[in-house]
């Protein structure tokens, strides 16, 4: 199964609202996390990162927050916009020797007019 | 280039034939990575090159799928004996470096293949 996993696969909100998409990870060992936008058929595009010694960090629109007691990462986009609207991974990066990231399954965001 | 190039963008097979897909990272990374999208689903990584370092091949599904990276810079997936179950679209991301706090990856708009 997935190590890195989505509370909810869709969510819908108005635009101008905030959005806040959450995460469930399983490695407590892996020590950075990134979210990743992907617009339909292209890549997925980065957007903000947090290291495991921090519990926050701030981008623009955009917030990140890691609970590592619970395992939980959150994304939170202010004032979300139309063009926020696609789909949205969490990865983890575990402490291997390629530290290659692995991904969660997704939550796609579509913000109502 | 400006970004990372895959190719071909589209590709349709019968099963069984072999297939290419092609990536050219950003000049200067030294990471290079192929990932694999199924329909709806996350990104399952494949392989891993870095720098003259043995590639790691743990997420290669299985013998019929291999890779190679030539003189640091491009790199090719080969599917042989294609099967249906390996349709998805196939991901290739470089990064600048790997190291904690630089995991930033740079996708392409991969490359959908198809397998009749």
């Known amino acids: 199964g997935e190590s890195v996993g989505l509370h909810l696969p869709t969510l819908s909100v108005q635009e101008g609202d905030n959005s806040i998409i959450n995460c469930a990870y399983s490695n407590s060992a892996s020590d950075y996390f990134i979210w990743y936008k992907q617009e339909s058929g292209k890549g997925p595009q980065f957007i903000i990162d947090?290291?495991?010694?921090?519990d926050k960090r701030q981008g623009q629109r955009v917030t990140v927050l890691l609970n590592k007691t619970v395992k939980h990462l959150s994304l939170q986009i202010a004032a979300t916009q139309p063009g926020d609207s696609a789909v949205y991974f969490c990865?983890?990066?575990?402490?291997?020797?390629?530290?290659?990231?692995?991904f969660g399954s997704g939550t796609q965001l579509t913000v109502l007019p | 280039g400006a970004g990372v190039s895959q190719s071909p963008s589209n590709k349709v097979t019968e099963k069984g034939k072999d297939v290419e897909l092609r990536c050219d990272p950003i000049s200067g990374h030294t990471a290079l990575y192929w990932y694999r999208q199924s329909l709806g689903q996350g990104l399952e990584f494949l392989i891993y090159?870095?720098?003259?370092?043995?590639?790691?091949k743990s997420g290669l599904p299985s013998d019929r799928f291999s890779a190679e990276r030539t003189g640091g810079s491009v790199s090719t997936l080969t599917i042989q004996r294609t099967q249906q179950e390996d349709s998805a679209v196939y991901l290739c991301?470089?990064?600048?470096?790997?190291?904690?706090?630089?995991?930033?990856?740079?996708f392409g708009e991969g490359s959908r293949l198809t397998v009749l």
């Open positions: 947090i290291r495991s010694n921090m």
């Open positions: 090159f870095q720098g003259n370092s043995a590639p790691d």
């Open positions: 991301a470089s990064s600048r470096i790997a190291g904690v706090g630089t995991g930033e990856l740079f």
């Open positions: 990865a983890e990066r575990g402490t291997g020797s390629a530290r290659q990231l692995t």
